[in-house]
């Protein structure tokens, strides 16, 4: 309910970010508003399907850390998260 | 009343409408931003928590599972029962009422099927500009303010062009609804409703819905490719959306969809007008387009605040607030906060991070017409742009007394070559 970093998940600035610091997101498809801001910023990840509202993953759902970051951060809904390790 | 600060501390007065008239009372604002905790400001019988700092009104926004859009009302004062109920929208809603309603029209509003409008709105401010250099000066907001977005919403919802006129005037007599000032009587437009259960309390609430529902009977017997078509469908297929859900969300895109792009329109042209040397930068580079459009947005705050409800006890910067207390998100303030912009009070058309909360901050109530309203302003300003057009103001802006809207109604400017 509040901001990623206060959730205790990372932020850029807790480790030097690098393009194979990949991790993998998920949506949750309860909370999703259908704003496309996802699929606007990160179109290899997130797409709103054309018979849909909701949007989904595409692939594995993975991305840099700190884009992933930055689009959990722009999702209105806050529908995206981190999925966790393991 | 007395105060339930902890500090005993009032806000200075925001909330009258006759301060907005002549702007937004931006040294109040600071003072209540350098206080710590949140100050209570005392409004009707009872107050509400002023909310001004960028992230106070970041945390209000996103959590909305502790400040509800569903309880008394999104506007200062609370509404009756049965007022709020026959006034519900998308606005005044929370999950899962809101994600249903939102997700109907959620599609249409989406970066990339917005994108799909390009060209009608750039058709539309051709024209406009084509007449208002023809015209060579005269009132900006009558002639490509209000016309500009109305006519993109109308086209995408499928009304009539030849209609416009009306729905921009009705527009109108709702912004007047927003403030003390209502210049129509309680019965116009054949109004036999009481006010307390329309929209803005206004007659013109009245006309808008009977427009929408006959427009809605026309696109069940003949479907077009448009938004009213869209609903009715909906509604017809898996009984999602009610008639009184379908009348306050054509209300909704018909006043949300030219009102507040119309009110950044007003003021962007007015601040391009007043700092010359700004638009001289976007004229010699266009690629500053992007980033005036967000100037412009945070430079007009078009709606100046939202309300929220606590559902529970919580704490917000350091200050408690109790269920129901009314909690005052002041984007107002939010947009000027120097924790968050460097020289906010500097109109700076290059400027960099600029998370302003023209469109809220944050959360599932964020603008539904966010998108459109930045490709309107940024087509407008790259049309501008390219045909060397500049701006001269010659008179002050006429603005309308309204804490909520920052309405312009009219301001008189000339072309002046850049």
Known sequence: ???????????????DVSEDDLVTVSIDAEKCIGSGTCEMFEEATFVIPDDGVVAEIVGAGELPRDRAVSIIDRCPSGAISFVAPG | MTSPSPLGELAPNVTDDDLYAVDIPHERFAQMRST????????????????????????????????SSAIGHTNLWDLEADALEARRSLIDSDAPDHTRLRRLVAASFTPKNI???????????????????????????????AP?????ILTMLGVPLEDADYLVELSNYLVEGTSEQQSIPPEAFGNTTELRLLPFNSPASHALFEYGEKLAELRRRDPQDDIVSMLVQAETDGEELTGSEFKNLFHLLVFAG???????????????????????RVVADPGLVESATEEVLRWATPVLHMRRTARTNCELAGTSIAAGDKVVMWYASANRDEAMFAAPQNFDVGRVDNEH?????GGPHTCLGAYLARLEIAVLLEQMAERGLGLERLGEPVRLPSNFVRGVVSVDMAIRAT
């Open chain 2, 115 to 145: 994108r799909l409008w390009d060209q009608t709105v750039r058709d539309i401010t051709r024209e406009l500009l084509d007449e208002f250099v023809a015209a060579s000066s005269g009132d900006w907001v009558g002639m490509v303010a």
């Open chain 1, 1 to 15: 309910m509040t901001s990623p970093a206060a959730d205790g998940a990372p932020t850029p600035r807790d480790t």
């Open chain 2, 36 to 67: 710590p905790g949140l100050l209570w400001h005392p409004h009707g019988d009872n107050g509400f928590w002023a909310v001004t700092r960028h992230a106070d009104v970041r945390e209000v926004s996103k959590d909305a599972d502790t400040y």
């Open chain 2, 148 to 152: 500009l977005p109305i006519r993109v």
């Open chain 2, 258 to 280: 030219n009102e507040t792009t119309r009110t950044a329109i007003s003021h962007g042209a007015v601040a391009l007008a007043d700092h010359p040397e700004q638009w001289q």
């Open chain 2, 357 to 361: 909360y023209s469109f809220g901050g």
